[in-house]
């Protein structure tokens, strides 16, 4: 089935989640799930699958093993799509709405050293500050899984390009709140219309940074 629009129950979901996360529940109100969020998250993937590939839908459970925090579900559903060499667009849903992003979200060692690099030579440097630039423009959040607070190793503090030599990847994100819109098909064209406008950021990784070869 085409995407039609998030359930109207879905916000709902996660916001009482917070409160009650348990599996007894999570097994009570399972169906809720079900229908008002992942059903039509799986949609939403399916429809934009011909442009941008097969996604990787996450799991409802939490990995407790190493965690302090042993609550069992993940208060958000998330799904990712990687492209060749590097990119990748991503989408969420929680009680605070949909967040939709992409770019290069902590690299691997091999993929940093190539970032940094890339950050550090003046073309391609200057072509990452426009493309950033850009994106704030269109309001996204520019930004990255961690930054170090001196420069890495073999780069000056006074480098032009500092604060994104410092970063250990790079994305862009829109935090969308929650409305009715969310239960409608226009849903999707937030959606796209992010994933649309970080193509530059994604076309930079693939040129400039690409795949991981490291060993997992």
């Known amino acids: 089935m085409?995407?039609?629009g998030f359930g109207?129950?879905?916000i709902a979901f996660y916001e009482e989640l917070a409160g009650n996360n348990s599996r007894e529940w999570w097994h009570a109100n399972k169906?809720?799930?079900e229908d008002d969020v992942r059903r039509p998250m799986e949609e939403l993937l399916q429809d934009v699958a011909e442009e941008y590939g097969e996604a990787k839908l996450f799991r409802p459970n939490r990995d407790t093993r190493f965690s302090k925090d042993k609550t069992p579900y993940k208060t958000n559903t998330a799904a990712v799509i990687f492209g060749d060499g590097g990119g990748s667009v991503y989408l969420s849903l929680s009680a605070e709405g949909l967040h939709v992003?992409?770019?290069g979200y902590h690299l691997d060692r091999d993929q940093l050293a190539r970032y940094r690099a890339?950050?550090?030579a003046d073309r391609s440097g200057k072509?990452?500050?426009?493309?950033?630039a850009e994106l704030r423009r269109a309001k996204a959040d520019v930004t990255s899984h961690s930054s170090l607070k001196t420069a890495p190793r073999g780069y000056s503090a006074d480098h032009p390009r500092i604060a994104l030599l410092r970063q250990d990847g790079i994305i862009g994100i829109w935090a969308h709140r929650p409305g009715a819109w969310?239960?409608?098909p226009a849903a999707k064209g937030r959606v796209l219309d992010g994933w649309r406008a970080l193509r530059p950021l994604n076309d930079w990784m693939v040129e400039y940074v690409g795949d991981s070869h490291s060993a997992r």
Do not use: M, S
């Open 31 to 33: 169906r809720r799930y």
């Open 2 to 4: 085409a995407f039609t």
């Open 127 to 132: 072509e990452l500050e426009a493309i950033t």
């Open 118 to 120: 890339a950050v550090d």
């Open 8 to 10: 109207k129950g879905a």
């Open 101 to 103: 992003g992409g770019g």
């Open 182 to 184: 969310l239960q409608k």
